[in-house]
Structures are given as structure tokens and as C-alpha cells.
């Protein structure tokens, strides 16, 4: 069976937010990150395949798909045989317990698919992020969560609401906080990481008194900060070093 006008039209619509949510589904690119999502408890809708890589999905909801309408609706320069749609799950309850990673209006989408890649690797199984951070399911997201977006629970949420109601001792990144090598870090916690240019909203700010940084040993002092998944994932090493 080969692809119709409205699944090209359907596959197409899915770079953008709305449409995602209209049809609750997202849309996946690449041999490797298809089979791991189709391997998890995520309800696949529909896997496009070239003909020559069919085999290679244990599914009956595959339609073959040529290289030309592939290119059409693919995402990356160099399409890669195969995009699936899968159905957007339901929201897990919040955890309470447990370290957290908290992201204050994340823009990039490459960011908060590594961190959400970070959280996986150190076994973070929350993520909440404010309403105005990219979602989660953006394409280039899930790309780049390489996916463990299926083993993190990624929420969206009111960040102040959140705080002000939470026991957890918690953390800002911020450039003027404490040497983490200094700071002795608990088990349980929550970790706010702040937007890319500007870090933490005052708001935000206002909530927490712990402040921690990474300090700068170089001596070039025109490198004013780190990318802020590359700090995630110093601030989460000595989270986890502590125990």
C-alpha cells in the first residue's frame, strides 16, 4: 500500500504544536529511535517504511513508502527510510519524591532533547517544565532524546504553583550560587535549570534561596556561560556523586 495525499498532509502537520495535539500523535524518524519506541509501552499509530527496510519492524501497521514522498515529509536533510507516528500518551501523575529536573522556559529544541537523554542516563524519571518550554514531542525533540522521551515522564506545568506547594529541598543554576564541588547536594531534590539566554525568571528566583554553580577554571573571561544542557549534566554528576 503506498501513502495518500492526507497521511503526506497528516505527516507534514505534525511539525507543529496544534496539530500534534489535534491528532495526538508525533511523528519519529530513523531505524534505531523507531524500533526503541516501538519497543515501549507508546501505542504505535502507523510506521512508513522505504521497501527495502519492511522487515526490519515487527508491526502490521506498516506502509511501504517511496524515497521521493520520504523526502517530502521528513524532517532531516539526509531521510533515514523509515518515520513512524506514534500516540501521545497520557500525563503520569507527578512524582513528589525523588530528584527532579525543573526547566524554566528551554527554547532550544536540541537542549531539552539531550536533557531529557540526561535525565535517562542518571535516572531522573521526572521532568517538569514550564509551559512556555519547547514541547517535548517537537520533532527535533524526539530526535535528539534518542528515546528515552519513552522512560522520562515530561510534564508542563505552573512552575510557581509547583514550587510554592513542594517539601523538596530545592536548587537554582545560577552563575552567582555556591561552588557545587563545595555544596553538599541531597538525594532527594529539585534542580531548576533556567532559559538559554537568560536563565532563571526573577519570579522563579524569588522562590528559591539555594543557588549553585559550576565554577570557571579557564582564564578566558569572555566565555560568559555554559550551554545549559551541558550544565545539566555536570549539576546531575554531583547530585548522583553525593551518594
Known sequence: ???SKNQLKTITSLSQ??????????LVEGVKVVNEILNSSFEVDTIFATEDFESNFSTDKIITISEKDLQKVSNLKAPNKVLGLFKIPDEKPLQKTGLTIVLDA?????NLGTIIRLCDWFGVTQLVCSKDTVDCYNPKVVQASMGSLTRVSVKYIDLKSYLEETNLPTFIADMDGENVYKSKLPKEAILIMGNEANGVTDEIKKLVKNKISIP???????????????????LLSEFRRSF
Open 106 to 110: 528551554i527554547n532550544d529544541p536540541g
Open 1 to 3: 500500500m503506498n501513502i
Open 17 to 26: 504544536k496544534k496539530y500534534r495535539q489535534k491528532h495526538s500523535l508525533f
Open 216 to 234: 570557571r577554571f579557564g582564564e578566558n573571561q569572555e566565555i560568559e556561560s555554559l550551554n545549559v544542557a551541558t550544565a545539566t549534566a555536570i
